[in-house]
């Protein structure tokens, strides 16, 4: 299984961007996919998650601003990224992982390379 993320960029305080992250080698319907991200100086961290029925789970700094979503024909997940502040200036991982435990604990099988995200002021 290989994970393709894209989408990240240079964004100001308060604007958008939507994350991807294509899968390839697996069928996506079958796995929980998830988000992480990693500031400069500071540990990877979770940031949302999807199951495979659909659910999804955030942290509490990106709730009613980040969405998760799931797109198994296309073998992708996204994140949507509203009201983007400084602080969320990060790489961003996809991640995927037979279970959302598994996933939420950082412990996930399968990582894409990271996209970088940067939010300026």
């Known amino acids: 299984v290989q994970l393709q993320a894209s989408g990240g960029g240079l964004v100001q305080v308060g604007g958008s961007l939507r994350l991807s992250c294509e899968v390839s080698g697996g069928t996506l319907s079958i796995y929980a996919l998830g988000w992480f991200r990693q500031a400069p100086g500071k540990d990877r961290e979770f940031a949302a998650a999807i199951s495979r029925g659909g659910a999804s789970y955030y942290a509490d700094f990106v709730k009613d601003r980040f969405t998760i979503s799931r797109d198994n024909a296309k073998n992708t997940v996204y994140l949507q990224m509203n009201s983007l502040k400084s602080d969320d200036t990060a790489v961003y991982y996809c991640?995927?992982?037979?279970?959302?435990?598994?996933?939420?604990?950082?412990?996930?099988?399968?990582w894409g390379q990271g996209t970088q995200v940067t939010v300026s002021s």
């Open positions: 991640a995927l992982a037979s279970v959302t435990p598994t996933l939420r604990a950082g412990t996930a099988p399968y």
